[in-house]
């Protein structure tokens, strides 16, 4: 029950719908787990709250994989070389930078940043992708994640960032409270 394969061979990342369900799959689990973990950092800081946030955002990445999975379907499972885009996955926040940015302000900011190179993603390939299908499952990813942007958009606002252009010092912050 596999669609129609394009042969695109020499075509861009997603050339297949089969393609864009495993990108879009590995994106969600990535970013679920992502979540979980910023969720705990929020713990260990005792800011319940945004943890409780990254929490749901968690649940909500983890139920889009699982209802990704279930409409590819086998397609998934022939395993039609997707480990090169699996490796793009732009919705990953870079826990690198996570482990010393542990304020809510700046979790939020990683995440929100996260979500949007995901539906920038989504919406480049609903505009440019190979065929109907594709443009289409495209389109839908794109509005799926900019409820996640608004939801951390959202959040932001509570939390505000101190500073502007925190992202721009090469070095880890040294406590100074
Ligand atoms: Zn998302």
Do not use: C
């Not at 020499?10 to 864009?20: D, K, M, R």
């Not at 649940?59 to 279930?70: N, T």
């Not at 919406?123 to 495209?138: F, M, Q, T």
């Not at 794109?142 to 942007?149: G, K, P, Q, T």
């Amino acid at each position: 029950m596999s669609g129609p394969r394009t042969a695109g061979a020499s075509g861009p990342a997603v050339a297949t719908a089969s393609e864009l369900y495993a990108e879009a799959l590995a994106l969600e689990t990535e970013a679920a787990e992502r979540y979980a973990e910023l969720a705990d950092q929020m713990e260990t800081h005792n800011n319940r709250e945004v943890a409780g946030l990254f929490r749901k955002l968690a649940d909500i990445e983890g139920r889009h994989a699982a209802a990704l999975r279930a409409r590819a379907g086998v397609s998934l499972a022939s395993g039609t070389g997707g480990s090169r885009l699996l490796a793009e996955r732009p919705e990953t926040a870079p826990l690198g930078e996570a482990h010393y940015l542990m304020t809510p302000a700046h979790a939020l900011q990683l995440a929100l940043a996260s979500e949007e190179r995901a539906e920038a993603f989504f919406r480049g390939l609903a505009r440019d992708g190979a065929d109907p299908e594709i443009r289409g499952l495209a389109a839908a990813f794109a509005d799926e994640e900019r409820e996640h942007i608004e939801l951390l958009r959202a959040w932001l606002a509570k939390y505000p960032m101190p500073q502007s252009g925190w992202a721009d010092d090469p070095d880890p912050p040294v406590l100074s409270e």
